[in-house]
């Protein structure tokens, strides 16, 4: 192995962006103050990609004075200006794509067709979804409930929102943050993940350039003890929305609970991957080997359980297997590269860790290595299917996050679908059927916030993502996301114009 050195201007263009420091505050770049540096590393090689100052505490509390300034004016604005904003914002980024792709792909490791084809104008489709949905901020109707009255709901921002992301698709979870509350006149604090800053940075710059006002987008970078904790406790947040493990969410939601605020958690996910044995075997092989291996595994939706009905399990594992060697490993930036590393080595080692402990009670079709050769200073990791795994076990209780698939068979209809639903998450699942009884059932009783039939995977700004159970509460992208960044008003207006009313007799004197 040899020592990587920095990542070299072809790779990492963007680099004189960051030259004032990462921190987005105000509509600048500011260097953090806590004193501690973090550096960003190219995971398909090793090099330095950035070296920043990490925020303290200082720069939590300047970032959410900026938002607090900024807030009367945004709320105040018109949805009209609001949505004009956001559509400028929505062509600035489509300006930057390729920018924007490239240092996702540096970041993170993704492979340049993944940042091209899905998170990229992923991220430009949801910013024109919300510059039309901002309009549509609707209310219930207005009534004479009581006959003496008039009554009508107001909804209203909820103040200033503090974010935070994880780094999986660092741009997309800065967008699906950001979008819904500045849409609904909020401003926002996010912390993206200390490993990921960079597409958070570039996207809040862009809503500077797009003409957003100075403090309603900000972004404070460093670590979640320190940054992401003085966020959520702050008394000047209103809201904590929250996107990574299950395990930091229950941690900030004591946090945010101590502070009475509203709070949005979107978790980890384990998601079961059900093949009835009338279901198309090319198609169920196909899908299971895009949906586990999406973003190198590291998709909380991602298909991480395939229970597979009996007569079909001997030939899905056999073709789920043989279908993943033949998957590219490879720089993130070359052309027939079809999987990149994981995020870091430390996540790798993880990831291998996992796979080690469930060689003990299972067995591994293929995978369960890192590629060595000249990948060798990469955080790589071959695509792995396990098979013989009991239920119970750590491996399919818990998520791995990485190209890890798990292999199971039943018998019954009833048992497949129990057993899909036996973990303790609910974010996403999927059925493969041709019977339309059998994936109309699916749909009722697989406990998760997304079904998807003959299909894994696919999302879009039009419909709700989020999680049931211990994969938390309420929705990102859709219109439904405005039920967690907007709160309603009752506004009550008296139409009699009398002085003693007739309900104070409750209080004083007789009718
Ligand atoms: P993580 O929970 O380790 O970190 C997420 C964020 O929380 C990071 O920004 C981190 O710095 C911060 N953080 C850590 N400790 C904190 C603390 N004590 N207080 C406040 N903030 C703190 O998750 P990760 O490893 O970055 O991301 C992977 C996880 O995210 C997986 O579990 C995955 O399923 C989940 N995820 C969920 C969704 C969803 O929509 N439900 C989407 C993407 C990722």
């Given at each position: 192995m040899h020592t990587p050195g920095t990542a070299t201007p072809e790779r990492f263009?963007?680099?004189?962006?960051f030259a004032d420091g990462a921190q987005y505050i105000a509509g600048r770049l500011a260097h953090g103050t806590s004193g501690h540096a973090h550096t960003v590393v190219d995971p398909a090689t090793g090099a330095e990609v950035l070296t920043y100052g990490l925020a303290g505490a200082d720069d939590v509390d300047a970032a959410v004075a900026a938002a607090r300034a900024a807030f009367p004016g945004w709320a105040g604005a018109t949805p009209g200006e609001r949505s004009d904003a956001l559509h400028r914002f929505a062509g600035v980024l489509a300006e930057r794509a390729e920018e924007f792709a490239r240092a996702e792909s540096l970041q993170c490791g993704k492979p340049l067709k993944l940042s091209r084809e899905f998170d990229v104008p992923g991220t430009v489709d949801n910013t024109a979804f919300f510059a039309g949905a901002a309009r549509h901020l609707q209310g219930q109707s207005a009534g004479e409930y009581t006959g003496d009255h008039t009554s009508y709901v107001r909804r209203e921002p909820i103040g200033v929102v503090g974010s935070i992301a994880p780094w999986n698709y660092p741009l997309q979870m800065a967008a699906w943050k950001i979008l819904p509350a500045i849409a609904a006149g909020n401003t926002i604090v996010l912390k993206p993940s200390e490993l990921t800053p960079l597409t958070s940075l570039m996207f809040a710059r862009a809503a500077t350039d797009a003409g957003?006002?100075?403090?309603v987008v900000n972004i404070v970078t460093g670590t979640g003890r320190e940054a992401g904790e003085r966020l959520v406790g702050h008394p000047d947040v209103a809201m904590t929305s929250f996107t990574g493990s299950t395990a930091v969410g229950r941690r900030v939601a004591a946090l945010a609970t101590a502070t009475v605020k509203r709070l949005h958690l979107e978790l980890g996910g384990k998601a079961p991957f059900v093949v009835f044995d009338d279901a198309d075997l090319d198609a169920a092989v196909q899908g299971a080997v895009a949906a586990s291996l999406i973003n190198t595994g590291q998709?909380?939706?991602?298909?991480?359980r395939a229970y597979v009905q009996r007569p079909l399990y001997d030939a899905f594992v056999a073709r789920t297997a043989a279908l993943m060697e033949t998957v590219r490993l490879g720089d993130p930036f070359a052309p027939g590269t079809d999987l990149g590393p994981l995020v870091s080595h430390a996540h790798r080692d993880r990831v291998a860790a996992f796979v080690d402990r469930a060689r003990a009670h299972a067995r591994v079709v293929t995978g369960g290595e890192a590629p060595g050769g000249e990948l060798e200073d990469g955080a790589y990791y071959r695509p792995t299917l396990i098979v013989d795994a009991a239920q119970d076990s750590e491996t399919v209780q818990t998520e791995i996050f990485g190209p890890v698939l798990v292999v199971l068979p039943f018998d019954g209809d009833d048992e497949g679908i129990a057993l899909a639903n036996d973990t303790p998450y609910g974010l996403a699942a999927s059925a493969w059927t041709g019977g339309v009884y059998r994936a109309n059932r699916a749909t009722r009783e697989l406990r998760a916030g997304c079904v998807w039939i003959n299909d894994h995977i696919p999302i879009l700004s039009e419909m709700p993502h989020g999680g049931h159970r211990n994969s938390g509460f309420g929705k990102d992208?859709?219109?439904?996301?405005f039920e967690e960044y907007t709160q309603v008003k009752h506004v009550m207006f008296d139409n009699?114009?009398?002085?003693?009313?007739?309900?104070h007799r409750t209080v004083f004197g007789d009718r």
């Open positions: 263009p963007a680099r004189d962006h957003i006002p100075d403090g998709d909380c939706t991602a298909a991480t992208m859709s219109v439904y996301s009699t114009a009398v002085a003693a009313k007739d309900w």
